[in-house]
């Protein structure tokens, strides 16, 4: 009797585990209609796995080449890659949000406009700041003259290098530094990183260390238990320091200390001012950072508003973002301009922006924000170098809490989608060519097609706020640059990509041998006059 009770329950049991580990994701479940690697069906691991290896992007892509528009990653995760998936997942009026994954970065324990899931909290934060970042506001005084003078300083950063050759993978990371903090916290916490200053450079260390990757995935896949790892103290942190993924201080941990002493020194003088400096006619002055702006909205001014967290999370968020995304960005379009095959865009753009002459030029006689901003053939560039090298070219998940349809496939609630602008803006049948860069495709008679599938700044609710403030940025410098230079890769390093980090992966120019991840030499010389 006992041996047929054993038995009874040792078929019961395998019943169960076949059932749900192998019937309910490969049969039973509706996302069985999804094609895809039964592999990634069975077990998030396998999904995992890419991300340890950092080839979860790239393997995406291939899968769908293979599978076609959808493609199943995982037991309740799915990709597609279609205009009608875009608008459905991310357009405006959508029923998905931003997942857990995005609560990694969250500030001092407080949501901020990036990790918030409801569209309602979401749209209520963005309301507040979305006319900050509006391009009416960026490219008027004071926030043009800002960045021209960032401009001017990076140029003069430049002329100090030894033969003009510049590591422009951090000096860019200095002028992108400078002028988001200028922005978010104007007096104070404007850093002088291209002017030298060796603590507001080491703000971007914690950023630069390889090891935030291994970190990510084990606060991605891991989360609680990386979250006890870090808690730890006394003798139990001293065993564990040799197995961190990162060691203390973690990515980011530098830069949320300043951001928050930031937030301490605008508290501090409210306080002592009865916050008179945001009185409505002060509010009507366009030179209030970002941080200044919040402030009537804490409780101290209103009964509904932030608190001290909210508002230092917030401001450390936009301070986070707009370091890496514009100087990625920046990178990849100067070491594209400097390979000998793309010299004759490089002499384009040098010839529109030599055409800009009179009230087109700033006090410096540099080309103004304004101005850099109508040229046709610097867009076009950008376009192109965010199309191949987009700053954040990974899966962006969502999620409903209901039951919804996706391209004719049944999405049960609680069920991950999502695309990725790598998958989106390598789409052959849309970009000829498309792992060539060529600005001039978005000067041809119809780019509407490669318009729609252009997916470098999100699109939706969701869009990236700081678009604005990031094209002045890029538009700004690339004038600057090629109205005085002409740029070449470094000696020593002709056959070299340059590599970015993005979560768990690395990003290059997938056509080169040989990869250096954080590191870009540029010759910046002279033109002939």
């Known amino acids: 009797m006992t041996s047929i009770s054993m038995i009874a329950v040792f078929l019961a049991l395998l019943t169960l585990f076949t059932t749900y580990f192998l019937l309910n994701p490969l049969l039973l479940s509706p996302l069985s209609r999804v094609p895809g690697p039964k592999s990634f069906h069975l077990t998030k691991w396998r999904l995992a796995y890419e991300d340890w290896k950092g080839t979860t992007t790239r393997t995406i892509n291939q899968l769908h080449q293979k599978y076609g528009t959808a493609v199943r990653i995982g037991p309740e995760v799915v990709s597609f890659n279609s205009l009608t998936a875009l608008r459905t997942i991310y357009g405006p009026g959508s029923i998905y949000g931003r997942t857990s994954f995005y609560r990694m970065f969250d500030a001092y324990g407080r949501q901020n406009l990036f990790t918030f899931y409801s569209a309602t909290e979401h749209g209520q934060r963005k309301k507040i700041l979305s006319h900050a970042y509006s391009k009416s506001i960026i490219l008027k005084e004071p926030i043009s003259s800002m960045v021209e003078d960032k401009a001017r300083k990076y140029m003069s950063l430049i002329e100090s290098e030894n033969d003009h050759i510049s590591e422009i993978f951090t000096t860019l990371h200095y002028y992108s530094l400078d002028n988001i ?18 603590s507001h450079r080491a703000l971007i260390s914690d950023v630069l260390d390889p090891a935030r990757r291994r970190l990510s995935w084990f606060a991605v896949h891991l989360p609680v238990f990386t979250k006890w790892l870090y808690s730890q103290t006394g003798l139990v942190e001293t065993i564990l320091k040799p197995f961190l993924p990162m060691q203390k201080p973690a990515t980011y941990t530098g830069i949320r200390k300043f951001a928050l002493q930031s937030y301490q020194l605008l508290h501090s003088d409210m306080m002592s001012t009865g916050g008179k400096e945001t009185s409505p006619a002060s509010l009507n002055r366009q030179e209030l950072s970002i941080i200044e702006r919040l402030w009537p909205h804490h409780r101290s001014q209103r009964t509904d508003g932030l608190d001290d967290l909210e508002v230092a999370s917030e401001c450390a968020d936009h301070f986070l973002a707009g370091i890496d995304t514009t100087s990625d960005t920046l990178m990849f379009l100067v070491w594209s301009l400097s390979q000998p095959r793309n010299r004759k865009f490089q002499k384009k753009l040098r010839l529109e922006v030599l055409g800009l002459s009179g009230e087109s030029l700033n006090k410096y006689g540099s080309p103004k924000a304004t101005a850099s901003d109508q040229c046709t053939y610097l867009n ?30 049944k999405i ?54 700081g678009l604005h403030l990031a094209m002045a940025e890029m538009t700004t410098l690339a004038a600057t640059i090629y109205q005085k230079y002409q740029t070449s890769l470094a000696p020593g390093f002709e056959d070299v990509t340059p590599g970015i980090t993005a979560r768990f992966e690395v990003f290059q120019d997938d056509r080169y041998c040989k990869m250096m991840e954080h590191s870009c030499f540029i010759k910046f010389e002279e033109f002939e006059k």
């Open 412 to 465: 049960p609630a609680g069920t991950v989608v999502g695309m990725s602008p790598f998958n989106l803006h390598r789409n052959p049948d849309v970009f000829e060519d498309p792992l060539t860069f060529n600005p001039e495709r978005w000067l041809d008679c119809d780019t509407t097609e490669m318009n729609r599938w252009f997916w470098a700044f999100s699109s939706g609710g969701r869009m990236c706020i």
């Open 380 to 409: 076009a560039i950008i376009k192109e170098t965010l199309r191949l090298y987009a700053p954040l070219p990974t899966f962006e998940p969502r999620s409903t809490s209901v039951d919804s349809s996706i391209d004719g496939y």
């Open 181 to 198: 903090t200028k922005f978010i916290y104007g007096k104070y916490g404007s850093t002088s990183a291209m002017e030298g200053s060796e």
